[in-house]
């Protein structure tokens, strides 16, 4: 084989490790998926994978061992509708919760947003309640502004009353 048709015929390192869009690519994606799930088969998930689309589940445990900020921000850029199923599937901790609620926030998707978190400003746990609140900042409609005016009035945390009055005061 020459270098001149090397060219002819390029090698790209990408295809070969199936991060390009040739059709050869997505065989190697698709078969490295199948494989990866015959391998879930075999072991208990964790709840929160569980719960995640196939090609999520692969996604998120080649990346993390754990729940982290950085796996809901993953979630939230590349797999909103994800990352809404685990907040709606009360598998995660408290503090997860408001991590993910906080992240979800962040998206563009504002009625997935307010219906998915509203539920959580009646959460048990203020971190929880506070997470939903500064989730819904920037998705407030008139549902949620009377929600939070309810809170800032008359919620048993200091903190959460505050939090609601300081989102009510930035609308």
């Known amino acids: 084989m020459t270098v001149a048709s090397a060219q002819i015929t390029p090698f790209v390192l990408s295809d070969h490790f199936g991060a390009g869009s040739s059709e050869d690519a997505k065989t190697i994606r698709e078969a490295q998926g199948n494989a990866f799930l015959d391998l879930q088969r075999g072991r208990a998930l964790p709840p929160y994978l569980a719960l995640l689309s196939p090609e999520a589940r692969v996604a998120v445990d080649a990346?993390?061992?754990?729940?982290?900020?950085?796996?809901?921000?993953?979630?939230?850029?590349n797999y909103p509708s994800e990352l809404f199923k685990l907040i709606s599937g009360n598998v995660l901790s408290p503090p997860a919760m408001t991590f993910a609620a906080e992240i979800a926030g962040r998206t563009s998707f504002g009625?997935?947003?307010?219906?998915?978190?509203?539920?959580?400003?009646?959460?048990?746990?203020?971190?929880?309640?506070?997470?939903?609140?500064?989730?819904?900042?920037?998705?407030?409609?008139?549902?949620?502004?009377?929600?939070?005016?309810?809170?800032?009035?008359?919620?048993?945390?200091?903190?959460?009353?505050?939090?609601?009055?300081?989102?009510?005061?930035?609308?």
């Open 63 to 77: 990346r993390w061992s754990d729940i982290s900020e950085a796996m809901f921000e993953f979630l939230a850029a």
């Open 111 to 171: 009625h997935a947003v307010r219906t998915v978190l509203l539920p959580l400003l009646d959460h048990a746990s203020p971190l929880v309640r506070e997470g939903a609140i500064y989730g819904l900042r920037q998705h407030a409609d008139a549902t949620v502004a009377q929600k939070l005016r309810t809170l800032a009035k008359s919620d048993p945390s200091p903190g959460i009353r505050q939090a609601a009055s300081d989102t009510l005061d930035d609308q």
